[in-house]
């Protein structure tokens, strides 16, 4: 009986995959006003929903973006965003966006977005763009780039949970503005995550992981 009951489960699975999402689903309703209150009697996407009844019009609004990103730091860029965190109108919209500053030679690290696709516009400078496929099941072959160079009004798309980065190579300031497919995409950014995690990775994986030495290993953790 155990055994038909697990071959039913299977089929039941390989049935319902192609049904199977990653990406956020569709609402079953127009909006769900994220709100910080636990009382609420709706809780959707991670978010308790607002009573409708007392959304207004400041729920859907965000201002700011029209500012210049502070980009004195390492990388000498700054990402302003706007997800559901700081406009709770998007809740179950499946959708945020994001304004990108880069300073000359400033770069967006390599980084991704484990729940969306994103779709770049530049609107100053000049910017060297690129993603990076996943592992191809040929072991012999090795990860594929994409780039290409942006002046503005160029669009570039980045594929959802992919590798990508945007690097400044003007002697000027560059700006531009992202959409992504995601109330929340999360950003995974590889450096930060692999060097600087807390607790730190146990030098031994990392350095059997890039085949170097342990000394290299540790100047790297230093920077994070």
Known sequence: MKIV?????TILIVSLAPFSYASD????????VAVDDSTAPVFVNGKFCKNPNMVVADDFYFSGLNKHGNTSNAVRSRVTAVNVNNLPGLNTLGISAV???????????????????????????????GF???????PN?????FTKYLNPGDVFVFPEGLIHFQFNTGKTNAVA???????????????????????????DVLTKAFQV???????????F
């Open 25 to 32: 689903p569709s609402p079953l309703q127009y909006f769900c």
């Open 177 to 203: 503005f992202a959409g992504l497919s995601s109330q929340n995409p999360g950003v995974i950014t590889i450096a930060n995550a692999v060097f600087g995690s807390d607790p730190s990775v146990n030098s």
């Open 132 to 138: 990076v496929t996943s592992n191809p099941a040929n």
């Open 5 to 9: 009951f697990g071959f039913l489960a």
């Open 99 to 129: 304004r990108i500053d880069y300073a000359p030679y400033g770069l967006n690290p390599p980084h991704t977005h484990p729940r969306a696709t994103e779709i770049l516009v530049v609107l100053e400078g000049t910017l060297y763009v």
């Open 141 to 145: 072959l090795k990860n594929k780039l």
């Open 213 to 223: 030495e342990k000394k290299v290993i540790d100047q790297l953790q230093a920077q």
